[in-house]
């Protein structure tokens, strides 16, 4: 992987929070683990919006963003979240223009929700094989962008379009990244440093009275 790799983080009114924190965690988290094993960190991890300024994610979460669309520089890496927020997007030409642009120099190209349909919008994921959040399927599906909207399945790659499903699968998509770009044993490192195990440690069930 070159040195000064560019991931960049689309954020936007309405974006849904774990939908691009939780990738954030896994990508920074390189640099991390770079330092432990005495390299040079090489992953420049930013957030990108509109106008450059603060936004409002979907349960309130307030971000400021490191770049606007005129200022962001090229990205090798570049992902889009979900949210309600991406009903307003899929349908905004600067948003759809910005990721088309920066999708064209990627080496990966990815989503988490219904960041999938600005993708197919956009045109990098226009006739590909996606998914989204199971709710948003049919969605997603009547837009008629996408050649496959599956379900099922954490993520899915189309030549280097890589969609995942909701909220929580955007960490195992990154990480799925992650190991692309650095290899399973460098990603290994990476899960054991967050502590992720995605088995949820407790398995609700209906209390009883």
């Avoid at 960190?41 to 994610?57: L, M, N, R």
């Avoid at 954490?154 to 650095?182: E, H, P």
């Amino acid at each position: 992987m070159p040195d000064g790799l560019n991931i960049a983080i689309l954020i936007f009114d309405g974006a849904e929070e774990l939908d691009y924190v939780g990738p954030w965690e896994v990508f920074t988290m390189v640099n991390l683990v770079k330092r432990i094993k005495k390299q040079e960190p090489d992953a420049h991890v930013y957030f990108v919006s509109e106008s450059g300024g603060k936004i409002t994610s979907a349960k309130g979460m307030r971000v400021e963003a490191d770049y606007s669309y005129a200022t962001a520089p090229l990205a090798d890496i570049v992902l889009v979240p979900g949210g309600q927020g991406t009903r307003r997007e899929v349908t905004n030409p600067a948003t759809l223009q910005w990721v088309a642009a920066q999708a064209a120099g990627c080496k990966w190209v990815t989503s988490v929700c219904t960041g999938s349909m600005v993708l197919a919008a956009a045109g990098p994921a226009k006739g590909k094989t996606i998914t989204t959040h199971w709710m948003a399927v049919e969605e997603v599906r009547a837009r008629g962008d996408a050649g496959a909207v599956v379900t099922g399945q954490r993520w899915v790659v189309d030549g280097n379009v890589v969609t995942s499903a909701g909220v929580s699968a955007g960490i195992d998509m990154a990480l799925w990244v992650v190991q692309q770009v650095y290899g399973a044993d460098f990603c290994q490192i990476v899960v054991n440093a967050m502590e992720y195990d995605p088995a949820p440690p407790v398995r609700f069930s209906p209390r009883k009275s």
